[in-house]
């Protein structure tokens, strides 16, 4: 069902129809059932080398646990994640250790992911010490140009992580994961606590890294914006799934799926537009517990709901699979839209026209969009 | 656009300080602008440049054993700065409503929604709680709230984030507020849900007639919602004017660095401008322009005097004095 661009070399990661699950109790007490949250439900995504794909989706839609899964920090409950072409399950904990020296990752919160009692060359070290890497002086020799290749003085290295600014400990999370040389690296949130200049410092750190050193990226983000400048290409998940996947100039300009449509449409722009072509999705995105039927994202679909709310919306789960128009895009919409970035004005939104050829007989497309989601605010006088 | 007549507020020279264990820190300084009725102003600015400050000074909810604030604030013509407690509290929700950034810390954990926007609307609208208890539902209603009926009965952890922050809205309306002070009220949420909660935003204060005081670092919502701009850098206003003109021809060089240091796809392959160094802490503002050791525009004459906010053009005010090359700059590059 993957139908992922094929690079000449074989995928560095390949996950393959991952499920990631997890527990809850819910009900009543003595009555208490147990619940699948379901995190991941089916990912299908390969990560060539040297290539950086994004994850980007709501909070909710599973991209950190995808990550997560991807490294081997959790196990998959379904499905199989291949690393360099072997299965990580089937490793032994040795093989296991061998390869985390090769993937490590970079956590959102610069405050949270370091230890504050701990200077933070020790903590930079730690990874050289669990693979037993080098001698003291090697070590420390590694620690000091890890900070110069993030653009830290090197004697900072006995500072405490209180005595730097939220995009310096952010360097010092790539430092982390930079000193035992990793080819792979999983990206969480790794700009989204900083202001924008500081981002744009770290944005760039991490792009001079990817061209030196041939790193390959899993970046994690919710911010279309830097998603769309900074990687080849992107899978836009929603509850669990992905919808839409492909090089990012594909995916950002000719959107095929309704909600890569309202994510693009929803991102505030400085440059002059009218906000009148503003998509707002209705309602939220729903509990991973109880995942509508069929397809996930009907409950907010704008374009259902123009389309006369066909059936096969609610009893047929659309797959992911290769677009008839661009076979590089994978779409998982039984209606997938042509028009492109139009699609995501107003005007560009009521002019469009399904096919409806494999549609039910109740798929017929009103004249006119209806209900919230299209709803739409007079200018500010 | 913009109403002219007396403003309905009216900031001057506001400054804050901190009293710290050195003695008095100056973190805000000779902030002044106007706020018409109906128009939203919005206050940009990087962590530590003073924006949420100066917009807690405006209603004195700075702690008054921690913090001096100095200069004037008239609204509606009354000066707030060294008012009484007593003399704030019907404005404080009454004439000016808040909505702060995180609503999970904002709104009181172990009382109803209902409650909550109940309580304004007693505290300010001499109504009875049965009264008011209907009105709430009303209020929920205007935000968008789905089922209001039932939401009002909720606490606030029952709700999602998006729904938290309309509840907030909803409170800060309840008030009738004639002005909103809204403290990056999008910040914590998803892209879909922001835009959600700016529409709704936008329009009770459209509705209203109400002012809007916008605090955030997010341009494109500036762009989308403000009638005008401030962008502050370290505690002082460094430009201010028509948003829309500020953000396609800026005239301070930081506010063209943060413009031109936003990732977009339409920059992909290109490398993002940086602002090198980075915000300074209030203990060392330099001497001067406090941008000048940052700025790839600055000469020897910056560091010697604080430039002051000069106009530039018809409708703006720019606290640099290369301004004039600067926007020369911007003009030959988009050309």
Request: proline letters at 6%; aromatic letters at 4%.
């Amino acid at each position: 069902m993957a139908a992922t661009r094929r690079t000449a070399s074989k995928p560095l990661l390949e996950l393959t129809d991952v499920k990631r699950y997890f527990r809850v109790r819910g009900g009543i007490p003595l009555i208490r059932k147990e619940l699948n949250v379901r995190a991941v439900d089916g990912v299908s995504l390969s990560v060539a080398r040297g290539e950086t794909v994004s994850l980007v989706g709501e909070s909710g839609s599973g991209k950190t646990t995808l990550g997560r899964v991807a490294l081997g920090l959790q196990p998959a409950t379904a499905g199989h994640v291949t690393y360099d072409g072997r299965e990580i399950r089937s490793l032994s904990a040795g093989e296991r250790r061998a390869l985390r020296k090769r993937m490590q990752i970079v956590f959102q919160d610069p405050f949270g992911s370091l230890n504050p009692r701990l200077p933070i060359g020790d903590q930079i070290e730690e990874g050289l010490l669990a693979h037993k890497l080098g001698d003291e002086n090697a070590r420390g020799k590694r620690v000091r140009e890890v900070l110069d290749l993030v653009g830290l003085d090197p004697d900072y290295a006995s500072r405490y992580p209180h005595e730097f600014s939220g995009g310096q400990r952010q360097r010092i999370g790539i430092a982390r994961a930079l000193a035992v040389n990793p080819e792979f690296i999983v990206l969480d949130e790794p700009v989204s606590a900083l202001d924008v200049s500081i981002q744009s410092q770290v944005l760039n750190l991490l792009a001079e890294l990817r061209e030196e050193k041939g790193l390959t990226y899993l970046f994690i983000s919710h911010n279309l914006d830097v998603v769309g400048y900074f990687s080849d290409r992107v899978a836009v998940m929603y509850l669990g799934t992905v919808v839409e996947m492909g090089p990012v100039e594909q995916v950002f300009k000719k959107p095929q799926h309704p909600y890569t449509v309202a994510l693009l449409s929803a991102v505030p722009k400085i440059e002059a537009h009218d906000v009148k072509d503003r998509l707002i999705l209705a309602g939220e995105i729903p509990s991973p517990i109880n995942p509508p039927s069929g397809c996930r994202f009907r409950t907010r679909c704008w374009l259902r709901e123009q389309l006369g709310n066909p059936d096969r919306c609610t009893t047929e789960e659309p797959k992911l699979a290769a677009s008839p128009r661009s076979p590089d895009v994978s779409v998982a919409c039984h209606f997938p839209l042509e028009n492109g970035l139009a699609s995501t004005t107003a005007k560009g939104r009521q002019a469009i026209k399904v096919k409806t050829k494999a549609a039910s007989t109740k798929a017929v497309p009103k004249a006119a969009p209806k209900g919230r989601a299209t709803k739409k605010r007079s200018a500010r006088a | 656009m913009i109403k002219r007549g007396t403003p309905l507020l009216q900031v001057r020279d506001l400054a804050i300080s901190f009293r710290t264990s050195r003695g008095l820190l100056r973190v805000v300084d000779g902030v002044s602008f106007d706020l018409a009725a109906g128009e939203c102003l919005a206050v940009v600015g990087e962590s530590g440049s003073g924006k949420t400050v100066s917009a807690l000074a405006l209603i004195s909810l700075l702690s008054r054993r921690q913090s001096v604030i100095e200069g004037s604030v008239k609204f509606k013509g009354k000066e707030l700065v060294g008012l009484s407690e007593d003399a704030l509290r019907p404005i404080r929700g009454g004439g000016i409503g808040v909505i702060f950034q995180e609503p999970l810390s904002a709104l009181n954990p172990v009382t109803t929604i209902g409650e909550q926007i109940s309580e304004v609307i007693v505290a300010h609208r001499k109504l009875s709680w049965r009264e008011a208890k209907k009105l709430a539902i009303g209020y929920l209603e205007q935000v968008e709230i789905s089922q209001p009926d039932q939401r009002v009965r909720q606490f606030p952890h029952e709700l999602s984030g998006g729904m938290r922050q309309r509840a907030m809205i909803a409170m800060a309306l309840a008030g009738e507020p004639s002005m909103i002070i809204a403290d990056e009220p999008t910040t914590a949420l998803d892209v879909t849900i922001q835009a959600q909660v700016l529409e709704v935003l936008r329009r009770t204060t459209t509705e209203r007639g109400a002012a809007l005081l916008l605090i955030t670092h997010d341009l494109g919502v500036v762009a989308e919602t403000a009638d005008r701009i401030a962008v502050m850098y370290a505690g002082q206003i460094v430009e201010t004017g028509n948003a829309a003109d500020v953000l396609r021809t800026p005239a301070s060089p930081y506010t063209r660095d943060l413009i031109t240091s936003i990732p977009s796809f339409a920059a992909r392959g290109r490398k993002l401008a940086t602002i090198k160094g980075m915000v300074p802490s209030p203990a060392d503002f330099p001497s001067g322009c406090r941008f000048a050791p940052r700025c790839r525009y600055a000469i020897a004459a910056c560091t010697t005097a604080t430039p002051p906010l000069a106009p530039v053009g018809k409708s703006r005010l720019v606290r640099c004095i290369r301004a004039k090359d600067v926007v020369s700059g911007a003009a030959r590059r988009a050309r």
